[in-house]
């Protein structure tokens, strides 16, 4: 069983939206924050937003007011609503534990991700 898998990647214009899910595996999910990280070409993977079990939100200040986070425990799954898209959100999007990021690890691995391409 993979214990993470992004999905609702896809290509957009600017100015649209997407919706990004990951579905965690029980076991990680309920007691931990989890997190929305992307990588760019060229550039290293980056925080996106994070939550944590109980709701709490940080969002990194490039995506503050454009981008929201949320969770549903029932079904151990992590969302990443993406609204106001720019040219410059186009990346490879993941989701891991954040505390297991934080420390320099990453839980299981970090797979394929879901590909954002957004047109100017």
């Known amino acids: 069983q993979v214990p993470l898998v992004e999905s609702g990647g896809g290509l957009v214009q600017a100015g649209g939206s997407l919706r990004l899910s990951c579905a965690a595996s029980g076991s990680i999910f309920r007691s931990n924050t989890m997190g929305w990280y992307r990588q760019a070409p060229g550039k290293q993977r980056e925080l996106v937003a994070r939550?944590?079990?109980?709701?709490?939100?940080n969002y990194a200040d490039s995506v503050k007011g454009r981008f929201t986070i949320s969770r549903d425990n029932a079904k151990n799954t992590v969302y990443l609503q993406m609204n106001i898209l720019k040219p410059e959100d186009t990346a490879v999007y993941y989701c891991?534990?954040?505390?297991?990021?934080?420390?320099?690890?990453?839980?299981?691995?970090w797979g394929q991700g879901t590909q954002v391409t957004v047109s100017s």
């Open positions: 891991n534990v954040d505390g297991m990021v934080r420390a320099g690890l990453v839980f299981g691995s």
């Open positions: 939550i944590t079990s109980g709701g709490s939100t």
